[in-house]
DNA sequence: TGTACATCAGTGAACGCGCGTTCACTGATGTAC
DNA sequence: TGTACATCAGTGAACGCGCGTTCACTGATGTAC
């Protein structure tokens, strides 16, 4: 046990580095590219130094995963701050996106679902809370169900506004990432992204226009 | 040159039947997994026939990619078909996330881009037509204007409708695609996507409701 | 119609590659008395 | 404070694997005269 946490033994805090180095890896080559034997030289350590820390790949893999979730939370919890329904769900709207196109192979990977379904069959209960965006989906249930009740929107079931809500965002998302390249100039993506919110904020608002 | 089409010569139409039999794996296995060699096998023909009608793994993909691309534009035409286009966005919107649940893999492949991004830096200019999804997206935008100058929807830039129907539809997919297994019923599915256009369908609408 | 030749579409062996993972090991760190 | 021992976190060699692709080949098909 280390009394120092600031500097780490000369033999270090593997396991953090690994996470570090993988998730930079995984943003410049993506997943499909993405091996343990490169984690470990691009941190001077032998290939077989990861499996003290994880017992396989999937599950450095899953822990990318959950740390992205967790961020992806912090950028909602963030943009909603202090503001009315309305504006928060645009807020939060504009984080997704932010946060798809800042760490896109990240952001695929937590939705591909391909971590799991590999393997552990057996592991399928703890999905419903880790891999569903759980965290961020509840903000969102939360932010719908205020403005609703404060009159912002306008009366409809909970779930079926705040999943439109995501899917928009989350098409926002992908398409941004996958565009980017092509087509959409980049400086159009953020005017796009928000006349869209816009046309689905007047879709969900109580005001009549 | 075969003068009979219907009863191929024993060796016969081998492009065709690799492009079936790879979308066929495609969906089975998912792109990561798909490989020239498991073809080959499927077909019962050597490993190293394939290379006889592609250059590379690469090029067949992008076949596989374009033939998705034209049977997505299918899909949307015979959805809009004498439908106001109110119904008809709608409709086509539905038939995206339809052609995206009944061919996920190939979906996700259409649009992950990584097919040329490896390595045909150079031809990327054939990848605005082929690959922005533009015959599917074209349709989008005609029934968007037409909806504009016929009084359906609100008066707006015919391609920031277009987008944001776009995302919806693309979000709707997605999520539909990546949570069938998980959390959200199968059944729910339908209404979760019908409810999503309804409230889009609102956004962009002419009248005030 | 028959022969000679070119082309086409397969074969099968081989190449080199990078990968995930295991295993016996070693040296450093932490703990008990 | 010092010694004996257990545990921990690395090493490096090796495993077996499936892959994309090449290459010299062969046999069937198509063409010219």
Known sequence: MKKDD???YHHGNLRAE???TAAQELQSVGVEKLSMRAVSRALGVSQSAP??????????????VEKGFSQLAQYQRRAKKDLTPTEALSAMGIAYVN???????????MFSSQIYCEQNDGLSESKGEAFSGGEAFNELLGIVEEGIQQ?????????????????????????????????IPKDATHHLVQSALDVFMRGVSAEEK
């Open 51 to 64: 499996f003290r820390h994880f017992k396989n790949k999937n599950e450095l893999l899953t822990a990318l």
């Open 151 to 183: 009159g912002y929107f306008q009366e409809r079931p909970v779930q079926e506004v705040a999943f439109a809500a995501w899917s928009i965002v989350h098409g926002l998302a992908y398409l941004t990432i996958d565009y980017s390249r092509i087509g």
């Open 18 to 20: 690994l996470l570090k």
């Open 99 to 109: 946060f798809a196109c800042t760490h896109p192979e990240l952001f695929k990977l």
């Open 6 to 8: 600031t500097t780490p």
